[in-house]
C-alpha cells in the first residue's frame, strides 16, 4: 500500500534532460497543461475550482522523483540481509521504548481495533523508524509529477485528485501534506487515498494527524490492519522446527495437520494456533522455517513483500520481549538475480505451473509454482525456493 512502483530509468533520463537548460520552460508549461488536464476528474471527485487552482499554482516538477523511485529495498534486497537491518536490535530496543511510552494508548487502541499493541509499534517502525524517517516532500507536487510522467497509470493521478480531495474537506492545512517521494505521508506513511479511507483519530476528532501525533498514527495503523482483514483470535504465524524426514508434499494446510505431521514451535513447544497455514522456507529446507496464519497475508497488504511482512511479525515478537531467530540462515547461499527469478517464472509458465506476472518477484504463487515443478520433477526437497539447482533444471529441460 505504502510504496509505489518507480517511474523507470528512460524517464528518469528523459525528465532530467528535459529540466536542464532550454527544455525547463518547456516542461514546466507542459507540466501546468497535464494538470489543468486533470480538473475535470478532479470536479468528479468533488474538489472545488478554489481548491484545485490554489494547490497547482505555480506548481513544478520535482526533479528528484524518478532517481528516488528506484529504491525497493524490500524486492531487491536478500531478505536475510535486509532482515538484519529490519529488526537489528537498536531498532528492537527503540521499538520497546515506544511500547512502553504509549501503553496506556495502545491499551486503548488495541481494545478498539484488534490489533496487537506490538503488530501496531513494529508497523511503525517498519514504515518511518517510529517517526524518523517521514519525508518532508510536497505530496502534490511529487504525486503531480509521478502522474505526468506516467500517464499510462492511473494510480498516480487518481492519488493526485486524492490529496485535492483531502485539502478541499479543510481538516488537513496544505503544509502537513509532506511524506515521500511516492506520496507517502505521515508516520503511517499512506498515500491519499489510504489516508481518507483508514487515518483515525485517538480521541474521536475529525483530523487525524498522522504527522504530529503518534496516537493518531497508531489508531490509523490499526484500523488499517483491521479493515484489511486482521483477526484478533490469530498470531501473524510464527518460526518453526521440521522434523527429520518431513514430508515436502504441500505447503499448505491446518496448523493442526502441520503439527499431526511433527512440526513443532522453533523452541520445541506443541503449535497452538488454528485455522490455516502456509510453510514458508525463505531459504529453502536447510534455513529457517515459517507457519503463516491468514494474519501474515493481511500485513502483505500493508506492502506486498515478503521481506517486510516477515520483518514486522518477527520486530513485533522481539519487541513483545521475544527472542531471535532459532533457525540459521544457510552459509554460503547464493542469491538469485531479478533476472534469473524471472526466467524461472518464465520457464514454470511454459510448463503449465505458474500463470501470474513475470516480475522476478517471488511470492506465494511463485513458491507454489516452484512446488509443483519439484514433485514433477522429483526434486526433494521440494521446498518451494527458488534455488540455483531449480533454475539449472527449467533452463536445461
Same mark, same amino acid.
Given at each position: 500500500?505504502?510504496?509505489?512502483?518507480?517511474?523507470?530509468?528512460? *524517464?528518469?533520463?528523459?525528465?532530467?534532460? /528535459?529540466?536542464?537548460?532550454?527544455?525547463? *520552460?518547456?516542461?514546466?508549461?507542459?507540466?501546468? #497543461?497535464?494538470?489543468?488536464?486533470?480538473?475535470? %476528474? *478532479?470536479?468528479?471527485?468533488?474538489?472545488?475550482?478554489?481548491?484545485?487552482?490554489?494547490?497547482?499554482?505555480?506548481?513544478?516538477?520535482?526533479?528528484?522523483?524518478?532517481?528516488?523511485? $528506484?529504491?525497493?529495498?524490500?524486492?531487491?534486497?536478500?531478505?536475510?540481509?535486509?532482515?538484519?537491518?529490519?529488526?537489528?536490535?537498536?531498532?528492537?530496543?527503540?521499538?520497546?521504548?515506544?511500547?512502553?511510552?504509549?501503553?496506556?494508548?495502545?491499551?486503548?487502541?488495541?481494545? %478498539?481495533?484488534?490489533?496487537?499493541?506490538?503488530?501496531?509499534?513494529?508497523?511503525?517502525?517498519?514504515?518511518? +523508524?517510529?517517526?524518523?524517517?517521514?519525508?518532508?516532500? #510536497?505530496?502534490?507536487?511529487?504525486?503531480?509529477?509521478?502522474?505526468?510522467?506516467?500517464?499510462?497509470? +492511473?494510480?498516480?493521478?487518481?492519488?493526485?485528485?486524492? $490529496?485535492?480531495?483531502?485539502?478541499?474537506? &479543510?481538516?488537513?492545512?496544505?503544509?502537513?501534506?509532506?511524506?515521500?517521494?511516492?506520496?507517502?505521508?505521515?508516520?503511517?506513511?499512506?498515500?491519499?487515498?489510504?489516508?481518507?479511507?483508514?487515518?483515525?483519530?485517538?480521541?474521536? =476528532?475529525?483530523?487525524?494527524?498522522?504527522?504530529?501525533?503518534?496516537? +493518531?498514527?497508531?489508531?490509523?495503523?490499526?484500523?488499517?490492519?483491521?479493515?484489511?482483514?486482521?483477526?484478533?483470535?490469530?498470531?501473524? &504465524?510464527?518460526?518453526?522446527?521440521?522434523?527429520?524426514?518431513? #514430508?515436502?508434499? =504441500?505447503?499448505?494446510?491446518?496448523? &493442526?495437520?502441520?503439527? /499431526?505431521?511433527?512440526?513443532?514451535?522453533?523452541? !520445541?513447544?506443541?503449535?497452538? /494456533?488454528? &485455522?490455516? *497455514?502456509?510453510?514458508?522456507?525463505?531459504?529453502? /529446507?536447510?534455513?529457517?522455517?515459517?507457519?503463516?496464519?491468514?494474519?501474515?497475508?493481511?500485513?502483505?497488504?500493508?506492502?506486498?513483500?515478503?521481506?517486510?511482512?516477515?520483518?514486522?511479525?518477527?520486530?513485533?515478537?522481539?519487541?513483545?520481549?521475544?527472542?531471535?531467530?532459532?533457525?540459521?540462515?544457510?552459509? !554460503?547461499?547464493?542469491?538469485?538475480?531479478?533476472?534469473?527469478?524471472?526466467?524461472?517464472?518464465?520457464?514454470?509458465?511454459?510448463? !503449465?505451473?505458474?500463470?501470474?506476472?513475470?516480475?522476478?518477484?517471488?511470492?506465494?504463487? =511463485?513458491?507454489?509454482?516452484?512446488?509443483?515443478?519439484?514433485?514433477?520433477?522429483?526434486?526433494?526437497?521440494?521446498?518451494?525456493?527458488?534455488?540455483?539447482?531449480?533454475?539449472?533444471?527449467?533452463?536445461?529441460?
Amino acid at each position: 500500500m505504502t510504496r509505489l512502483w518507480c517511474a523507470g530509468i528512460c *524517464a528518469a533520463l528523459l525528465f532530467a534532460f /528535459a529540466l536542464c537548460g532550454p527544455g525547463r *520552460a518547456e516542461a514546466d508549461q507542459g507540466f501546468q #497543461d497535464f494538470l489543468q488536464s486533470l480538473w475535470p %476528474r *478532479a470536479e468528479a471527485a468533488g474538489v472545488s475550482r478554489a481548491t484545485f487552482e490554489a494547490a497547482c499554482a505555480g506548481l513544478t516538477p520535482d526533479p528528484s522523483a524518478p532517481s528516488a523511485s $528506484a529504491k525497493q529495498a524490500e524486492f531487491d534486497k536478500p531478505l536475510k540481509a535486509y532482515l538484519a537491518e529490519a529488526v537489528s536490535n537498536a531498532r528492537v530496543q527503540r521499538g520497546r521504548a515506544a511500547l512502553g511510552r504509549w501503553r496506556s494508548e495502545l491499551a486503548s487502541i488495541s481494545q %478498539r481495533f484488534g490489533v496487537p499493541p506490538a503488530i501496531i509499534v513494529a508497523a511503525w517502525g517498519m514504515e518511518t +523508524d517510529f517517526g524518523a524517517a517521514k519525508g518532508g516532500k #510536497d505530496i502534490v507536487r511529487t504525486l503531480g509529477t509521478l502522474a505526468w510522467l506516467r500517464q499510462d497509470r +492511473d494510480l498516480f493521478r487518481d492519488e493526485f485528485i486524492a $490529496a485535492l480531495v483531502i485539502l478541499d474537506k &479543510g481538516v488537513v492545512p496544505r503544509a502537513k501534506l509532506q511524506g515521500s517521494w511516492a506520496g507517502a505521508m505521515g508516520d503511517p506513511q499512506f498515500i491519499p487515498s489510504a489516508y481518507l479511507k483508514y487515518a483515525a483519530s485517538f480521541d474521536g =476528532s475529525a483530523f487525524a494527524d498522522i504527522w504530529d501525533k503518534p496516537q +493518531d498514527s497508531l489508531a490509523s495503523i490499526a484500523n488499517f490492519l483491521r479493515q484489511s482483514g486482521w483477526q484478533a483470535t490469530l498470531p501473524w &504465524g510464527m518460526e518453526v522446527k521440521l522434523p527429520p524426514g518431513f #514430508d515436502f508434499a =504441500s505447503l499448505h494446510g491446518s496448523f &493442526g495437520a502441520f503439527a /499431526a505431521k511433527g512440526v513443532v514451535d522453533a523452541d !520445541g513447544s506443541p503449535l497452538r /494456533a488454528e &485455522g490455516d *497455514a502456509t510453510l514458508f522456507l525463505p531459504s529453502g /529446507a536447510s534455513g529457517p522455517a515459517f507457519l503463516l496464519s491468514d494474519n501474515y497475508w493481511v500485513l502483505k497488504a500493508y506492502n506486498n513483500s515478503d521481506s517486510y511482512a516477515l520483518s514486522l511479525s518477527l520486530l513485533a515478537d522481539r519487541i513483545d520481549g521475544g527472542s531471535e531467530l532459532k533457525g540459521r540462515w544457510p552459509a !554460503g547461499e547464493t542469491f538469485l538475480s531479478r533476472a534469473n527469478k524471472s526466467t524461472i517464472q518464465r520457464e514454470l509458465q511454459k510448463r !503449465g505451473f505458474y500463470s501470474g506476472v513475470i516480475d522476478g518477484r517471488f511470492g506465494q504463487a =511463485s513458491r507454489d509454482a516452484i512446488h509443483a515443478f519439484q514433485i514433477a520433477a522429483k526434486i526433494s526437497p521440494a521446498d518451494g525456493y527458488g534455488s540455483p539447482e531449480v533454475l539449472r533444471r527449467l533452463t536445461a529441460e
